[in-house]
T-cell receptor, first 113, second 115 residues
C-alpha cells in the first residue's frame, strides 16, 4: 500500500536561514506529488505540484521553491526563511482509491523565529 | 475558481450527541467533494468522498455526508459522537479533470466532544 514519508517532523529555524523539507513516496504508480501548507488558523493551501521528474508548477507566489530530483522524491526549499513561512507542511499523493483522492504524509511543522 | 466555506470554526458537543459540520462550496464546474480529519500534530486522513452516484456517502468512523447540488452543500453528520472524534475537520473540493489532486480546502472546523 501507499506510504508517504516526510522529514523532519519538526523544525525550528531563525529568520533568514535556509530550508529543506523532504518527501518520499512508496507503493504508488501515480507520478503526481503535491505540497500543501497549513498556516496557523487557516485552512490548507496548495503550494506546488509535480507530474514528474523536474516538472514543478507553483500555485501561489511565495518565498519557497520545490524540486523533483527523483521519481519518488519531492523537496520543498527556501534560501532565506521569513516569519510568514511558519506552518505545517504536508506532502500528498493520489491514493490507490482514485486520482482525485489524496493521501497525505504526517507533515513537517516549521517554526520560524 | 472554486471556494469552500465551513460555516462553523468550532463545534462543541457532548458525547453521544449528534453532530453536523456544515460545508458550502462554489464552483463553475462539476466537483468532487471530500471531508478529511486531522488529529493533533498529524496529517490528514480521508473520512469520505463524493465523486459521483448516490448523494449520500458513508465514510469511516460512522460519519456520513450528503451532497446537495442545488444548495451547493456537503454537510458532514454523525448520529452519536465519541470522545475520540475530537479533531479538526476539513471540507475540500476538486474540479477533477486536469485539476485532479488540486484541492481547495475550507478553513476547518474544530470538533470538541465533551464527556
Amino acid at each position: 500500500s501507499q506510504t508517504i514519508h516526510q522529514w523532519p517532523a519538526t523544525l525550528v529555524q531563525p529568520v533568514g536561514s535556509p530550508l529543506s523539507l523532504e518527501c518520499t513516496v512508496e507503493g504508488t504508480s501515480n507520478p503526481n506529488l503535491y505540497w500543501y501548507r497549513q498556516a496557523a488558523g487557516r485552512g490548507l493551501q496548495l503550494l506546488f505540484y509535480s507530474v514528474g521528474i523536474g516538472q514543478i508548477s507553483s500555485e501561489v507566489p511565495q518565498n519557497l521553491s520545490a524540486s523533483r530530483p527523483q521519481d519518488r522524491q519531492f523537496i520543498l526549499s527556501s534560501k532565506k526563511l521569513l516569519l510568514s513561512d511558519s506552518g505545517f507542511y504536508l506532502c500528498a499523493s493520489p491514493s490507490d482509491s482514485g486520482a482525485n483522492v489524496l493521501t497525505f504524509g504526517a507533515g513537517s511543522r516549521l517554526t520560524v523565529l | 475558481a472554486q471556494s469552500v466555506t465551513q460555516l462553523d470554526s468550532q463545534v462543541p458537543v457532548f458525547e453521544e450527541a449528534p453532530v453536523e459540520l456544515r460545508c458550502n462550496y462554489s464552483s463553475s464546474v462539476s466537483v468532487y467533494l471530500f471531508w478529511y480529519v486531522q488529529y493533533p500534530n498529524q496529517g490528514l486522513q480521508l473520512l469520505l468522498k463524493y465523486l459521483s452516484g448516490s448523494t449520500l456517502v458513508k465514510g469511516i468512523n460512522g460519519f456520513e455526508a450528503e451532497f446537495n447540488k442545488s444548495q451547493t452543500s456537503f454537510h458532514l453528520r454523525k448520529p452519536s459522537v465519541h470522545i475520540s472524534d475530537t479533531a479538526e475537520y476539513f471540507c475540500a473540493v476538486s474540479g477533477g479533470g486536469t485539476s485532479y489532486g488540486k484541492l481547495t480546502f475550507g478553513q476547518g472546523t474544530i470538533l470538541t466532544v465533551h464527556p
